[in-house]
């Protein structure tokens, strides 16, 4: 999966998911952002450090993925 088709994905996500919870919103974000990880880079992992951060650093993370160009 390309960057372009994680773009298109998680913007399909917050349109059809406006009644979702901000963590729910924030797991399937997380599932197309480390899909494409995986799929791009086979060794990859999440950071070790992310099941502890804040869903709010979280959130600026995966907003950073999405300015990415490709």
Do not use: H
Request: avoid cysteine.
């Amino acid at each position: 999966m390309s960057i372009n088709a994680m773009k298109m994905f998680l913007a399909m996500g917050e349109m059809s998911n406006q009644k979702e919870t901000r963590e729910d919103k924030l797991k399937f974000q997380e599932r197309i952002v480390f899909a494409t990880m995986r799929a791009s880079i086979p060794d990859w992992q999440p950071p070790t450090d992310w099941d502890k951060l804040s869903i709010e650093v979280k959130e600026q993370r995966i907003k950073q993925l999405k300015k990415l160009n490709n």
